[in-house]
C-alpha cells in the first residue's frame, strides 16, 4: 500500500504538473498518466476526495430496477480510506482533493464528519440528474477558477465557501437517491426482518453476540452507514434502532411463551452479560424481564 504525504507527491505519481495550491488540487482525470505495472495495489490519501466519474453513466440499476441518471456520478473519499489503484481503463471526469487541514480553523473542519456520504462505498455513488450536474459543476467551475487566479489573503475563504456548498448540494441530491430507490427496496424492511429472524433463530446469537450493524450491512451488500441513512429515509430510524427492536420482539416472546430464565434469555439472544440485556429490556419497555413477564402472566 501507497501513502501519499502530500498533493505534490499525488501529482507526481500520477504524471501532473505541480499543484498551484499546496492544500486543494482540482484534477481533470483525462491529463492523469496512468500506469498500472508501476502502481501498487492500493494507496490511502491523507486528503478528502470527491471524484465526478463518467464511468457511472448511463441507467443506474437499483435492486431490479433502473433509474437514468445518464450524465455521470460523484464518489466520495475521507482521509485514511483505503482504496484501489486505477487498473488504466479509459475514464473520464474531474477530481477535487482537499488536504484535510486546509479546514483547520473553519466550522467545516468538525462538520464536515457529519456528512455521512464520505464512508458510502464506491458502488453506493451519487447518480446525477441533467440539473443537478449543472448545479456541481457550477460549483467546480468557481472552485477551477480560484484555483488558477492569483492566490491572496481571501482564497481560503471562497474555496471553503465553495466546497461547503458543493457538500450542502451532495445532502440535498443523496436524500432524492434515496426516495427515488424505495421502489426498488420497498422490500428491504422485509429483507431485515427475514435476516434478523434467522439470526436468532437458528443460534447465531448465542454463538457470535448480539447482530450488529455490520453484520447487517453486509448480508445487504451495502455499507453501514448507508443502510442506517437509507433507513432513515424510510422509517426515521436508524439501523441500530431496527435491531434493538426485534431484540426486544424476541425478548418479549421468550419471557411470554417460556419458561427460561431472564439469564438463560440473555445468552440465547446474543448478550454476553444479563445485566446488559435486562438493562437494555428496561430502557426500552420501562419494565425489567421479570416485571413484564410478572405483568403478562
Known amino acids: 500500500m501507497y501513502k501519499f504525504e502530500s498533493l505534490n507527491d499525488f501529482h507526481r505519481v500520477f504524471g501532473l504538473p505541480k499543484p498551484v495550491h499546496p492544500m486543494v488540487s482540482f484534477i481533470n482525470i483525462k491529463d492523469m498518466t496512468i500506469n498500472p505495472g508501476l502502481l501498487p495495489p492500493s494507496m490511502v490519501m491523507p486528503f478528502y476526495k470527491i471524484a465526478f466519474k ?4 448511463g441507467k443506474a440499476k437499483y435492486g431490479q430496477n433502473y433509474y437514468d441518471f445518464g450524465e455521470g456520478g460523484l464518489v466520495f473519499t475521507a482521509p485514511g480510506q483505503i482504496f484501489e489503484s486505477p487498473n488504466g481503463n479509459a475514464s473520464s471526469g474531474y477530481i477535487l482533493l482537499v488536504h484535510a487541514d486546509f479546514f483547520l480553523s473553519y466550522p467545516l473542519a468538525s ?22 450536474r449543472a448545479a456541481i459543476f457550477a460549483v467546480f467551475n468557481i ?3 480560484e484555483l488558477d487566479s492569483r ?5 481560503q475563504d471562497v474555496l471553503i ?3 461547503e456548498l458543493l457538500l450542502n448540494y451532495s445532502n440535498r441530491f443523496y436524500g432524492r437517491q434515496f426516495i427515488t430507490r424505495k421502489a426498488a427496496n420497498n422490500n428491504l424492511l422485509q429483507k431485515i426482518e427475514d435476516i434478523l429472524d434467522e439470526y436468532f433463530n437458528n443460534g447465531t446469537a448465542s454463538e457470535s453476540g448480539v447482530p450488529t450493524v455490520q453484520m447487517l450491512a453486509e448480508r445487504l451488500s451495502m455499507s ?5 441513512d437509507m433507513l432513515r429515509s424510510l422509517t426515521g430510524e436508524n439501523a441500530q434502532h431496527h435491531i434493538q427492536e426485534k431484540l426486544m420482539d424476541k425478548a418479549k416472546e ?8 431472564v439469564s438463560e434469555i440473555a ?31
Not at 111 to 132: P, R
Not at 254 to 261: A, G, I, P, Q, W
Open 151 to 155: 492566490i491572496d489573503h481571501f482564497s
Open 143 to 145: 472552485i477551477q477558477e
Open 224 to 228: 453501514a452507514s448507508y443502510l442506517s
Open 254 to 261: 421468550r419471557l411470554s411463551t417460556s419458561n427460561l430464565s
Open 54 to 57: 463518467m464511468s457511472l453513466c
Open 111 to 132: 462538520t464536515i464528519k457529519q456528512y455521512g456520504f464520505f464512508n458510502y462505498a464506491a458502488n453506493e455513488a451519487l447518480h446525477l440528474s441533467d440539473k443537478e
Open 267 to 297: 445468552y440465547e439472544l446474543g448478550f454476553e452479560y444479563p445485566q446488559s440485556f435486562s438493562r437494555l429490556f428496561k430502557t426500552k419497555t420501562s419494565l425489567s424481564p421479570l416485571a413484564f413477564r410478572a405483568s403478562f402472566n
Open 161 to 163: 465557501s465553495q466546497i
